[in-house]
């Protein structure tokens, strides 16, 4: 399938797709965004993506986007795309609407990942930007980089107070004896719509499901360490910092069969 575009409702191959360079957008980063997961030509969850876009332009102050207007604009972007894709929706301060959608990214595996601060995510209510999803995305790229540097995957983002929040792109789960762990909102982080349907499935599957402020050291009673996103499955990672993980994923396994299921409209009641 080829990648396309749509810029102000005007559809055009993606390598074609043009915006000024004065756009707020590219010069400083200034807008929201989503990246929606495209599986078997449909959307998961747009309309959840775009209330979270909604949320994150209150945050930041731009005026509110027109959801009705933007879903019609995706859902004709979508015409004709009968594979997988990343649908990613932009709303620049300039009032540019960008809308792409392309194959799947390739996306290296996440197996190592090592721990750094993450001072720029902070608690809600203490930070005004404080879980908002914006184009402004250097601290994580950044983090990307230096975690890479320092001989692992990726990053897992903790908080200066040494609370695990989350990864640059994904968000973070683990596995303690019966229960199923995740970082709270409300410290701050990305309020992942994969991770709402993968902790949905653990309740579904009769498993315990708490999300609060875990230490870092906590990880250290881990069996099994997560990660999802929009465009990724459920993945184990095999080593958090110091923190190795060989054993067997029953837990991944089942939750990646869930979310799949649900992704492709196999899931019961789908």
Known sequence: MQARASIDGVVTPLAEA????????????????????????????????????????????????????????????????EGDGALRCYLTASGTRILTLSPPPERPGVRHLVPLPAPWIRPVGTYA??????????????????AAAAGGDDALLVSLEGTVLEGP???????????????AVELGIVDSISRRT???????????????AHPLADLARASEFLVCS?????????????????GPTP??????????????????GA
């Open 129 to 146: 930007l404080a879980g908002a999803k914006t184009m402004s995305y250097l601290p994580n790229m950044a983090a990307t980089r230096a």
């Open 18 to 81: 043009r915006i000024p360079v004065t756009d707020q957008g590219v010069a400083r980063g200034d807008g929201g965004f989503e990246t929606v997961g495209v599986w078997d030509g449909r959307p998961f969850r747009l309309d959840d993506h775009l209330r979270r876009l909604a949320g994150t332009l209150a945050a930041i102050g731009l005026p509110p986007a027109d959801l009705a207007g933007l879903r019609a604009e995706a859902l004709r972007l979508l015409e004709g795309w």
């Open 169 to 183: 792109t994904f968000a973070v789960l683990w596995v303690d004896g019966d229960v199923v762990r995740a970082p």
């Open 251 to 268: 837990v991944r396994d089942l939750l990646s069969k869930a979310l799949t299921a649900a992704r492709r409209g196999t899931a019961a």
């Open 230 to 246: 929009s465009v990724r499955d459920v993945l184990a990672v095999a080593r958090v910092g110091n923190l190795v993980l060989d």
């Open 198 to 212: 993968v902790l949905a499935a653990a309740g579904a599957a009769g498993m315990e499901v708490r999300t609060g």
